[in-house]
């Protein structure tokens, strides 16, 4: 009987299980700072929505693969021209969030550790 009560005991007393692995990104929803348009590998930044055509701070292209986002910047005052920063992405239905993978245009890398929010 006494055998009986101790495998009892080591069976409920297994331990917590073992951690799930985390969700795949979703590649499908890109957004920028201010809205969502059809993802066409482009992309501008302003300081505010009024200043995307007149005023950009930045415009270049991304490319997305996995959950490794390329940003390269053609035009604009953030970074040389054709230097690309790459950044591990995770896209909600809140945002996405930003980990710098490899960048060296400081200026954009200030996003490294931000969630950019997605405007309702």
């Known amino acids: 009987m006494r055998h009986v009560l ?15 692995p985390p969700k795949a990104p979703n590649t ?6 201010f809205e969502r348009h059809p993802p066409d590998g482009t992309i ?3 300081h505010d929505k009024s200043e995307l ?9 991304w490319k997305l693969d996995g959950d ?4 390269t910047y053609d035009k604009g005052e953030m970074c040389p ?3 690309a920063g790459t950044y591990k992405v995770v896209v909600s239905k809140v945002g996405v969030h930003f980990t710098k993978v490899e960048d ?6 200030k996003m ?4 950019w929010f997605r405007v309702r």
């Open 28 to 33: 499908e929803l890109i957004v920028g700072k």
């Open 6 to 20: 101790i495998a009892a005991l080591v069976v409920s007393c297994g331990g917590k299980p073992p951690p799930q």
């Open 81 to 83: 021209a054709g230097v």
């Open 53 to 61: 055509e007149s005023k950009p701070l930045a415009v270049g292209t």
């Open 44 to 46: 501008t930044i302003a």
């Open 112 to 115: 490294d550790g931000e969630t």
């Open 68 to 71: 490794q986002l390329a940003l």
């Open 104 to 109: 060296s245009c400081d200026r954009r890398a």
